[in-house]
């Protein structure tokens, strides 16, 4: 592995079939999409079934998380990912709405962008204002990844001891901080 070449996580989602494919085939071809675009799939976990998110509003998530390693920017990386997405139908119209396919860069080796002031305003921000407010530029890890067992359980998968960099904590043991009824309710397919 070259020193111009990184790693990162992108977490994967879906819950609406796509030209009469389920998210499980969505999500495979997501994966295949990423590798065309020239980034190298390291690993990919296990495909979970996770209850949708706010609970109701939908279908069931397949989610899924895959480690890569690239020489693109996080920027880059993020372009190239809405561009799948896009491939895939995807319009971004509301936040946690309804997904045929959903990529989100997780955590890219050790950064925190934009910056820590940055990044720990959005840690910090409360679940009201998450609702209303996204972030206009990449802020990385992702603010919310703590708090997700749909993140957490597939990146365990793939990325046990990645360490984030703001709370000094690996997967594993942020895995292990949620409650267990959130554990349980992402199950393997």
């Keep these: 592995m070259s020193n111009s070449s990184l790693k990162a996580v992108i977490a994967l989602g879906a819950n609406l079939s796509l030209r009469e494919s389920g998210p499980k085939v ?34 069931d998530y397949v989610n899924a998380a895959a480690l890569i390693e690239t020489d693109k920017s996080p920027e880059e990386l993020l372009h190239l990912l809405h561009e799948v997405e896009h491939e895939f139908g995807r319009e971004r119209v509301q936040r946690w709405g309804m997904r045929t396919l959903d990529l989100d860069l997780v955590c890219y080796d ?71 009824a959130d554990i349980e309710a992402v199950t393997p397919l």
């Design 26 to 59: 969505t999500l495979q071809r997501g994966i295949d999409a990423i590798s065309r675009h020239g980034v190298v799939i390291r690993a990919v976990s296990r495909f979970f079934e996770t209850p949708c998110f706010p609970v109701g509003v939908g279908p």
């Design 110 to 180: 050790d950064l925190i962008l934009p910056d820590r002031a940055e990044y720990e305003r959005w840690l910090a921000l409360a679940p009201e204002a998450q609702k209303q407010q996204a972030p206009e530029q990449l802020i990385l890890p992702h603010p919310r990844l703590q708090d997700r067992a749909f993140v957490l359980v597939p990146m365990a998968d793939v990325a046990p001891d990645w360490r984030h960099p703001v709370l000094g904590r690996t997967v594993t043991e942020m895995l292990a901080d949620l409650p267990t």
